[in-house]
């Protein structure tokens, strides 16, 4: 069976260097997948969940966003930041969850600060989300 090269790289590391058999990802379009074949493309990324297959196991990563590329049977992700569902530390996840709905109460959609708790409430709970899935 043919594969797909997959590369996920963040500032601070290199995460996946593999073959695998399929990747999905949240573009900033919509989530997507890709499999061997897939016609090239660029997409920026959303906050959400990356799941690959490779060896029949299924790999969870939470990411903040970044950039996808597919060309000819090889995907890069250039990612801000990123994390393998088992490498969450889920009790700061809850935490960062309940600061950025403290800062929410009472805020204005116009507020300044509005725009930073959402963005830090949705990373926490993509977080948490993908740490539930720790162990496949």
Same mark, same amino acid.
């Given at each position: 069976?043919?594969?797909?090269?997959?590369?996920?790289? &963040?500032?601070? %590391?290199?995460?996946? #260097?593999?073959?695998?058999? &399929?990747?999905? =990802?949240?573009?900033t379009a919509g989530? !997507?997948?890709?499999?061997?074949?897939? $016609?090239? !493309?660029?997409? &920026?990324l959303e906050h959400g969940e990356i799941r690959f297959i490779a060896d029949g196991g299924v790999r969870f990563i939470a990411t903040s966003g970044g !950039? /996808?590329? $597919?060309?000819?049977? #090889? $995907?890069? !992700?250039?990612?801000?930041? /990123?994390?393998f569902a088992e490498e969450v530390d889920v &009790? %700061? =996840?809850? #935490? /960062?969850?309940? #600061?950025?709905?403290d800062g929410l109460k009472g805020l204005s959609l116009e507020q300044e600060e509005y725009d930073r708790f959402q963005v830090a409430l949705m990373r926490a709970i993509t977080r948490i989300s993908v740490a539930s899935k720790a162990g496949g």
């Open positions: 069976m043919e594969k797909l090269y997959l590369e996920i790289i &963040t500032p601070e %590391r290199v995460m996946v #260097r593999q073959d695998v058999d &399929t990747v999905e =990802a949240p573009g989530e !997507f997948g890709v499999l061997p074949g897939h $016609v090239a !493309f660029l997409s &920026t !950039f /996808a590329e $597919v060309l000819e049977n #090889r $995907v890069t !992700f250039l990612l801000d930041t /990123a994390e &009790t %700061r =996840a809850h #935490r /960062a969850k309940e #600061r950025a709905e």
